[in-house]
């Protein structure tokens, strides 16, 4: 194919329709996916979420188990050393030794009260903990379901549509590559303003495919004659006449094709 320098106004026009073509072929493609690698990729945030979330409630249960057992362990010391004050007040000397040791047997039961109302407290939070665990779990795995049947919804697609993407991606390329860079810069300008991203639009019925308003008949003959580009001043794409987008669009049908 001519290089960039090499192309008249004409190739020009030809180069950045069959560009349009092929880029609202893969838009195309792109559309028929949607919004599914997107919902993929939340359902996956949410699952590996739920799944820290359900890893750190099971460890929070561990930690408490744990501080129970420190507590029963502590009420059975304090136990002990009550027995040790009590035997001790078997021999002591004087009252004060006798009140000081009661005093001693008084904190070691406060101390048992403490700690069986804290372990009250945390089979408590065990409850909740592993009603919410129990939750959790219905959660991820509802989610967990619905990402693996919108990845092989995904898959599915992808496995139908990437060979041609790829394929069109590559076109696409060599069609900017002949453009030169001010008017593909404007090409593509106009694509990422315009919601369906046609930038390049065919004369039909004797106005703009793209804004649909009468084309006057003076600049339809300029626009035939092929001699510059000119845009639609009401949409700022750029026009070409019919009989050359027949032309392209069967060209483009018959790459399309191979698919």
Not at 54 to 77: C, R
Not at 147 to 155: D, G, Q, T, V
Not at 183 to 206: D, F, P, T
Request: charged share 40%.
């Amino acid at each position: 194919m001519a290089t960039t320098k090499e192309l008249n106004v004409e190739d020009k026009l030809r180069a950045i329709y069959d560009l349009q073509l092929i880029d609202s072929r893969i838009d195309e493609i792109r559309n028929v996916r949607g919004e599914l690698p997107l919902e993929v990729e939340d359902l996956e945030d949410e699952v590996a979420g739920l799944s820290t979330r359900l890893d750190k409630l099971k460890n929070d249960l561990e930690v408490i188990e744990e501080q129970i057992k420190g507590k029963k362990n502590a009420i059975d010391e304090h136990k002990e050393a009550i027995k040790k004050y009590t035997k001790q007040q078997e021999s002591v000397r004087n009252n004060r030794e006798f009140n000081s040791l009661t005093k001693e047997v008084e904190f070691q039961e406060l101390e048992i009260q403490l700690a069986e109302k804290q372990i009250k407290e945390m089979k408590a939070s065990i409850e909740h903990k592993k009603q919410v665990i129990g939750d959790s779990k219905e959660k991820l795995e509802a989610k967990s379901a619905h990402l693996k049947h919108k990845k092989s919804e995904l898959e599915a697609i992808m496995s139908e549509t990437e060979k041609e993407e790829i394929f069109l991606s590559e076109k696409s390329a060599e069609y900017e590559a002949l453009i030169e860079a001010r008017l593909l810069q404007a090409y593509k300008r106009i694509r990422g303003s315009v919601r369906n991203g046609l930038a390049v639009v065919s004369i039909e019925r004797g106005a703009s495919a793209g804004s649909f308003f009468t084309i006057p008949p003076q600049t339809q003959m300029e626009i035939a004659s092929r001699k510059k580009v000119i845009t639609d001043e009401h949409s700022g794409r750029i026009l070409v006449d019919a009989a050359l987008a027949e032309e392209e669009k069967e060209k483009m049908e018959n790459l399309f094709s191979q698919f």
